[in-house]
T-cell receptor, first 114, second 112 residues
Framework: NAGVTQTPKFRVLKTGQSMTLLCAQD?????MYWYRQDPGMGLRLIHY???????AKGEVPDGYNVSRLKKQNFLLGLESAAPSQTSVYFC?????????????FGDGTRLSIL | AQSVAQPEDQVNVAEGNPLTVKCTYS??????LFWYVQYPNRGLQFLLK??????LVKGSYGFEAEFNKSQTSFHLKKPSALVSDSALYFC??????????FGSGTRLQVQP
């Protein structure tokens, strides 16, 4: 099982450029999440989705958009990248049945904005 | 406000010695608590969880955690540390909407 797969793994952007990060899961999970990880701050939730066609804002949503057109995919978009968005981005998924089920994480995307 | 605190940025322990990684939490209501581990350049991996019931929770790789409601703590423990346990450990709380609140992380360094 691949689990949660994130593409790309690394990317360097210039300020003002746009890009989309892709997250794919093969576990038939209902819930999907995007986090960012910055030094000394743990992970912070950007956006999440509780099912196909639904999205919701997390703790730090500004400057990001998301879409969940297919159950297995969750896209994170940066419309106009800023240096403050330099971070490591993690996607995660979890099942709906059993709210206490752990989240499964991808290996991350390292994004640098120059 | 709901929050998770990990007071130690780094914990150093010799191989074979017991280890403890500390975590305290603040929440109104009953907490749902987890420990995750992160190895270099990898995503987080689930170690164990506390939902209700027994205060001592056993998890993967010989780790366990003790839930203490009066002290609002959920410390991670292992009786005998291995060099391969060296990693970044996160204490995590579920805020009730399937979204997680993370502590800042504690780097565990196990010396041979």
């Amino acid at each position: 099982n691949a689990g949660v797969t994130q593409t790309p793994k690394f990317r360097v952007l210039k300020t003002g450029q746009s890009m989309t990060l892709l997250c794919a899961q093969d576990m038939n999970h209902e819930y999907m999440y995007w986090y960012r990880q910055d030094p000394g701050m743990g992970l912070r939730l950007i956006h999440y989705s509780v099912g196909e066609g639904t999205t919701a804002k997390g703790e730090v949503p500004d400057g990001y958009n998301v879409s969940r057109l297919k159950k297995q995919n969750f896209l994170l978009g940066l419309e106009s990248a800023a240096p403050s968005q330099t971070s490591v981005y993690f996607c995660a998924s979890s099942s709906r049945t059993g709210w206490d089920q752990p989240q499964h994480f991808g290996d991350g995307t390292r994004l640098s904005i120059l | 406000a709901q929050s998770v605190a990990q007071p130690e940025d780094q914990v150093n322990v010799a191989e074979g010695n017991p280890l403890t990684v500390k975590c305290t939490y603040s929440v109104s209501g009953n907490p749902y608590l987890f420990w995750y581990v992160q190895y270099p350049n990898r995503g987080l991996q689930f170690l164990l969880k506390y939902i209700t019931g027994d205060n001592l929770v056993k998890g993967s790789y010989g780790f366990e955690a003790e839930f203490n409601k009066s002290q609002t703590s959920f410390h991670l423990k292992k009786p005998s540390a291995l060099v391969s346990d060296s990693a970044l450990y996160f204490c995590v709380m579920d805020t009730g909407r399937r979204a997680l609140t993370f502590g800042s992380g504690t780097r565990l360094q196990v010396q041979p």
